[in-house]
C-alpha cells in the first residue's frame, strides 16, 4: 500500500486504500516503467518466472485488434486522425486493468494509465499531432478517472535506457507496426519520461519511483532485478527513492 510517508514526487490518494482487503491485508501495485523496448515486459516475465506476484503485461494485442481494426498500427501511420481514438482506448484497457480486483497480494503491471497520459497523450499533442480540443477532452477524462477510480500506484520502477539502446532492441524485435517509428519519437519519450519521473517538473507523481538503469545486457538485468528485489516487491520498506 502506499504510504504517505514515502512520497517525495507525489502522493497517493485516499482512493488507495480501497486496496485494503477483507482481513486487513494490504496490497501493493508496482507499475514498470520505461520507454518503447526498454525491456519493461521482459522485466515481467522475468519476475512472473521467479515469484508468485500476479503479473499484467500491456495490453497491446487489443490496442491491435480492436472488433479487427489495428488501431495502433492507424496511429502510427496517421497520427493526426487516429491519436484520439488510439489514447481513449488505451485509456479504457488500463483503466480496467488497474481496477480489475487482485488475486495476489502484489502486483505488477506494465506502464499505468498514468504513463498513457503524461508520456503519450503529452506527446501527440507537443508535438502538434493532437489537436489542443482532443487533449482537452482526454486531460478531463483522465482527470476524472483519477478523482472517482482507484488507480493508485505504490512503487513506479523506471528502467531507464538510452533511446540508442530501445531503437537497436526496436530493430530486432521486428513488430511490423514498429517499423516507422523513428528514432526522434524515442529521444521524445525519453525527455518526457526523464521530465516526468527524474526531474519531476511534468507533473505530480503518483509514488515513489525506483530508477533502474537498463542498457545492460540480459544477463546484468537480472543481477540488477536480483540486487532491487526486496525494494521492487516491497516499496514500504524501499529506502532509496526519488
Ligand atoms: N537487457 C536486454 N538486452 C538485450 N535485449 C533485450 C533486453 N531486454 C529486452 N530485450 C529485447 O528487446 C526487445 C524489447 O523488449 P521488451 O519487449 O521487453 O520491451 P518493452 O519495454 O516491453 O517494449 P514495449 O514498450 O513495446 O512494451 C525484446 O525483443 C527483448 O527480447
Ligand atoms: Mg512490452
Redesign the pocket.
Known amino acids: 500500500m502506499a504510504h504517505r510517508g514515502l512520497c517525495v514526487g507525489g502522493c497517493s490518494q485516499d482512493a488507495a486504500y480501497k486496496h485494503l482487503v477483507g482481513e486487513g491485508e494490504k496490497k501493493t501495485v508496482i507499475c514498470i516503467e520505461?520507454?518503447?523496448?526498454?525491456?519493461?515486459?521482459?522485466?515481467l516475465d522475468y519476475f512472473a518466472k521467479t515469484t508468485s506476484i500476479e503479473v499484467l503485461t500491456?495490453p497491446?494485442l487489443k490496442w491491435r485488434n480492436v472488433h479487427g481494426h489495428n488501431l495502433l498500427g492507424l496511429m502510427y501511420q496517421d497520427p493526426s486522425r487516429w491519436g484520439i481514438t488510439l489514447q481513449t482506448y488505451i485509456q479504457l484497457t488500463m483503466l480496467d486493468q488497474h481496477t480489475r480486483p487482485m488475486i495476489s497480494p502484489v502486483r505488477m503491471m506494465?506502464r499505468s494509465i498514468h504513463s498513457a497520459k503524461h508520456i503519450f497523450v503529452e506527446n501527440l499533442y507537443r508535438s502538434g499531432r493532437m489537436p489542443e480540443v482532443d487533449y482537452i477532452v482526454l486531460t478531463e477524462w483522465f482527470e476524472w478517472i483519477t478523482k472517482n477510480t482507484d488507480v493508485s500506484v505504490d512503487l513506479i520502477v523506471y528502467?531507464q535506457t538510452s533511446p540508442e539502446t530501445c531503437y537497436e532492441?526496436?530493430k530486432?524485435?521486428c513488430r511490423k507496426e514498429e517499423k516507422i517509428i523513428a528514432m526522434e519519437y524515442l529521444e521524445a519519450i525519453h525527455q518526457l519520461y526523464e521530465e516526468w519521473l527524474i526531474k519531476q517538473t511534468l507533473c505530480k507523481v503518483p509514488s515513489p519511483v525506483l530508477v533502474i538503469q537498463?542498457d545492460?545486457?540480459?544477463q546484468k538485468?537480472i543481477e540488477k532485478y536480483e540486487e532491487n528485489r526486496d525494494q521492487i516487491l516491497t516499496p514500504s520498506k524501499m529506502q532509496h527513492c526519488l
Open positions: 520505461g520507454n518503447i523496448a526498454s525491456g519493461k515486459t521482459t522485466c500491456e497491446v506494465e528502467l532492441r526496436l530486432n524485435r537498463a545492460n545486457d540480459m538485468m
